[in-house]
């Protein structure tokens, strides 16, 4: 073929012979350069500055005084500790009691009403119970609390999940929960 190569698609003359379209490479230069750094006269101010806050965050955190009592989340909790988980649980059982057995008539919008309180009064209850149980509630007291303050919550999700009342599960559930709440009322009583 003489001169001719094949390129791709297209045969042409000579390769050194083809106009590029693309543009030339750039040449990479073997003498060093001097790179200058523009440093801005408040990069050491911010450095000191969060060293500083640095140092605060760690004296704040070391200078805390230790709480003597405080719920699951870590908020400090006030006052003797079996008074407070009692007290809580004896609200939270008139709550459920309450709203669960609460006639505002048979419109399905007021059954529904009442059932939607209910849960409410299961879920936000369990969850104030379990929020006042801390590190120096009594451990019967505390064991008791916890499994009502579940059973509630666990009652609840179900029921909104439309898990009805008569089901196996939830129905032992309802029964751990009666049973739980009579040993809570006879710590509490002792």
């Known amino acids: 073929m003489g001169g001719w190569r094949c390129l791709y698609h297209r045969v042409v003359a000579d390769p050194r012979e083809v106009e ?4 030339p490479e750039p040449h990479v230069s073997r003498v060093p350069q001097k790179v200058t750094r523009n440093s801005s006269p408040l ?18 955190l070391l ?5 003597q009592s405080a719920s699951a989340t870590g908020a400090p909790l006030q006052g003797d500790a079996k008074e407070r988980v009692c007290s809580a ?18 419109e399905p919008a007021a059954v529904e009403a009442v059932a939607a ?11 104030y119970l379990l929020s006042q149980i801390s590190s120096d509630t009594p451990q019967d007291l505390a064991d008791a609390a916890r499994a009502f303050g579940t059973t509630l919550q666990q009652i609840g ?18 029964r751990d929960a009666e049973a739980t709440r009579n040993k809570l009322s006879q710590l509490c009583s002792s």
């Open 20 to 23: 590029s379209d693309s543009t």
């Open 43 to 60: 990069t050491p101010i911010a450095l000191l500055v969060a060293l500083i806050a640095v140092g605060l965050a760690v004296w704040a």
């Open 63 to 67: 200078s805390m005084p230790e709480q």
């Open 89 to 106: 649980a004896h609200t939270v059982a008139m709550a459920v009691q309450r709203q669960t057995n609460a006639n505002i008539g048979p």
């Open 117 to 127: 309180n209910a849960r409410l009064a299961m879920l936000g209850g369990g969850d």
């Open 157 to 174: 999700a179900n029921a909104l999940a439309g898990v009805p009342n008569d089901e196996d599960l939830q129905a032992g559930r309802i």
